[in-house]
Every structure is written in structure tokens, then in C-alpha cells.
């Protein structure tokens, strides 16, 4: 399972848009990266998913390089609920057991 | 997103009793279900991978006959703690494989063993 390297934490003013980069330099031919929100108490929360180059959805984007070493999420116009903490996962999506392994994510903090 | 239930939410129980968390995908049939548990201001730790009609399977270091996993439907999947102590509180959280190999997770269980 790829290993994942992500900040700590953050810390940004609402309005403004966030970008978290993860490092996963072992990232297999067949692994996808996804990405999670999680608000204490509750579970993670689904938030995108993507191989290569760029995805987008209405809460997010995901950039991949060519080399899918690394990705970037990119969360536009950050308010203060989006105040929590990000997991970049990578593991392949389409086949065989998939298992997410958790690394300490990024806690994003979100300032008025 | 596709939703997945988990119950209780919350319960206390008395160290030495087991207790039983029902994990439910709503809208989807689910293969494999996986169980994690979350200590206060950690990550959430794989515990163990459920697949329906099957044993399940443990990560490293968690005990079978102590975290009773069944996967009785493609739609259900529990995890009994059995003879519950102190150290087992914790958040205990199900996740679910949609067919497009998508993972959701349920709400959480929080876990308190008096």
C-alpha cells in the first residue's frame, strides 16, 4: 500500500482557496487517489477521486501530474465549516481487495 | 453520495459485557465492508475487511475472537466487541464498497467501557 505525506495542518482566511498537496512517490499502476473529509465525531466523508491529470466536482478539484507522484486538492473559496481534517488516500479502485490505509491527514483550519 | 448507517451511535457499556455495532449500506449492495477504529486526535486504523459469505479478515495485532466481524448480507455487516474493557473505548467506524469500487463510510460508533 502507498505510503502518503501530507502537512500537518493549515490554516487559511474564508474566501480564500486552499490548496493541499499529498506526496505518494510509490503510488502503483493500479492505485487511485481519494480524498476525505472529516469532521470530529463523524465519519470521513467522500469528497473526490481521480488517476491522472485533473478532476473536478462541486466541492473540489484534484490535480495529478503526469508522474502521479503527488496530487493537489484544491478547495475554492473556503468557509468556516470546511474547518477539518483532509486524508489523501491512494489504492487501487478496480480490483482485488481495496483497503484505504489512513495516514495523519491535514487539519485545516479555516479563519474568519 | 451513497449513505451507510451505523448503530448505535453512541453506547456505554460495563467492562466484561460485549456490544454489538450494525453497520447497513441503504442504497447499495456491498461486497466488502471494512471496520476502522479511530482513537481522540488520531487517524482511523484499519481493523479488519469484511467481505459477505466469508470470513473476515484481520489487519495485524487485532484479535479475531475478541472483534466478532459477520458480513450476513450484502447490506449488512456487524462487529461485536466481546468482554469489553476500558481500553476498548474508541470511535469505531464501518465503511462500504459501492460497486464502483467507491468507499463510504458510516457515521461512527463512539464507544465507552465503564
Known amino acids: 500500500l502507498a505510503k502518503t505525506t501530507q502537512p500537518i495542518s493549515m490554516d487559511s482566511y474564508e474566501g480564500q482557496e486552499v490548496n493541499i498537496t499529498c506526496s505518494h512517490n510509490n503510488i502503483a499502476t493500479n492505485d487511485y487517489i481519494t480524498w476525505y473529509q472529516q469532521f470530529p465525531s463523524q465519519g470521513p466523508r467522500f469528497i473526490i477521486q481521480?488517476?491522472?491529470t485533473k478532476v473536478t466536482n462541486e466541492v473540489a478539484s484534484l490535480f495529478i501530474p503526469a508522474d502521479r507522484k503527488s496530487s493537489t486538492l484544491s478547495l475554492p473559496r473556503v468557509s468556516l465549516s470546511d474547518t477539518a481534517v483532509y486524508y489523501c488516500?491512494?489504492?487501487?479502485?478496480?480490483?482485488?481487495?481495496?483497503?484505504?490505509?489512513f495516514g495523519k491527514g491535514t487539519k485545516l483550519s479555516v479563519i474568519p | 453520495g451513497a449513505v451507510v448507517s451505523q448503530h448505535p451511535s453512541r453506547v456505554i457499556c460495563k467492562s466484561g459485557t460485549s456490544v454489538k455495532i450494525e453497520c447497513r449500506s441503504l442504497d447499495f449492495q456491498a461486497t466488502t465492508m471494512f471496520w476502522y477504529r479511530q482513537f481522540p486526535k488520531q487517524s482511523l486504523m484499519l481493523m479488519a475487511t469484511?467481505?459477505?459469505?466469508?470470513?473476515?479478515?484481520?489487519e495485524q495485532g487485532v484479535e479475531k475472537d475478541k472483534f466478532l466481524i459477520n458480513h450476513a448480507s450484502l447490506t449488512l455487516s456487524t462487529l461485536t466487541v466481546t468482554s469489553a474493557h476500558p481500553e476498548d473505548s474508541s470511535f469505531y467506524i464501518c465503511s462500504a464498497r459501492n460497486p464502483s469500487y467507491e468507499q463510504y463510510f458510516g457515521p461512527g460508533t463512539r464507544l465507552t467501557v465503564t
Open positions: 469484511s467481505n459477505e459469505g466469508s470470513k473476515a479478515t484481520y
Open positions: 481521480g488517476y491522472k
Open positions: 488516500l491512494v489504492g487501487a479502485t478496480r480490483a482485488g481487495s481495496y483497503q484505504l490505509t
